[in-house]
């Protein structure tokens, strides 16, 4: 056996016991594209490394989480709130049915970039920005970000009242006041 049919023996080994015991499987998307019609029909892909993903994991018939890295990776510091609200996790899926194998989204943090100091700042607002994204039907999406920027300031306000430091939504991923005032302003 060499290393890659080691390394799918394993692999599909693993799968197999984890539903014999009646576990969900959730796996990366390397696992789909490396295996792609030998994973169990009840796998869910995570579609994180990027576009293209998505769309071919459910036109296989599985589910599919999406937290693609160029747009939904908090620890990216230049991507501001509008593009996480902008991000389209059915992007190219047009049929309904695999539109319906989309099962969710992820906004990620990794720790590369925070301490406990400013964490807070990074997430918010824009996994706010994410979560009214991925909540809301895409008939009832604002077409245009900037008219969510006030509900998206009043959220701030709340977390800012509730005690979390989150960062204003003028700005990129972990933006200072622009000056003194409001946090509606801000």
């Not at 799968?15 to 994973?39: C, M, P, R, V």
Request: charged share 20%; hydrophobic share 40%; with cysteine.
């Amino acid at each position: 056996m060499n290393e890659s049919q080691a390394y799918q023996y394993f692999f599909l080994r693993a799968q197999n016991i984890a539903l014999s015991h009646g576990y969900e499987i959730i796996n990366w998307e390397e696992t789909f594209n490396d295996f792609g019609n030998k994973l169990s029909r009840k796998t869910v892909v995570h579609n994180w490394l990027g576009g293209g993903v998505a769309q071919r994991v459910v036109a296989s018939g599985l589910r599919c989480i999406v937290s693609n890295q160029d747009k939904w990776y908090l620890d990216h510091l230049d991507t501001p709130w509008q593009e996480f609200y902008a991000n389209e996790p059915l992007t190219n899926i047009t049929n309904l049915k695999q539109q319906k194998l989309v099962i969710g989204g992820e906004v990620c943090m990794w720790g590369e970039t925070v301490d406990g100091s400013d964490i807070e700042q990074t997430i918010w607002p824009r996994a706010a920005a994410a979560a009214e994204r991925l909540w809301t039907p895409f008939d009832k999406l604002a077409k245009n970000p900037r008219d969510v920027t006030g509900r998206l300031a009043h959220f701030r306000c709340l977390l800012n009242q509730r005690g979390v430091a989150a960062a204003p939504v003028a700005g990129l991923g972990r933006a200072a006041p622009e000056g003194p005032g409001s946090c509606y302003r801000q």
